[in-house]
Nanobody, 115 residues
């Protein structure tokens, strides 16, 4: 099992920025599709951004142009740069790793956008 640890969440004002990080415990990271999901209170978990081993990316329509996902395979780390944050971005953000039939999750990091 891959251990995934997220960090970088916090409280930010609307229009602000945050960068989330997800560190994986094994080098399987380098051959895994990685993704960020989020879950707001009372809502289903939703895909935010995904990045493949070839650095192909896709984003939820709600974050396109504001969020950028990237990965550093040498550090087994994935990032999510979040700019122009909105109150509706408030949620717990989860890191996800997929390799074959393996599907692992981090514990989540809270992002709160509020004035």
């Amino acid at each position: 099992q891959v251990q995934l640890v997220e960090s970088g969440g916090g409280l930010v004002q609307p229009g602000g920025s945050l960068r989330l990080s997800c560190v994986a415990s094994t080098n399987i990271f380098r051959i895994s599709t990685m993704a960020w999901y989020r879950q707001a209170p009372g809502k289903q978990r939703e895909l935010v951004a995904r990045i493949t081993i070839n650095d192909n990316t896709n984003y939820a329509d709600s974050v396109k142009g504001r969020f950028t996902v990237s990965r550093n395979n040498a550090k087994n780390t994935m990032y999510l740069q979040m700019n122009n944050l909105k109150p509706e971005d408030t949620a717990v953000y989860y890191c996800n790793s997929q390799f074959g039939s393996k599907n692992d999750w981090g514990q989540g990091t809270q992002v709160t956008v509020s004035s």
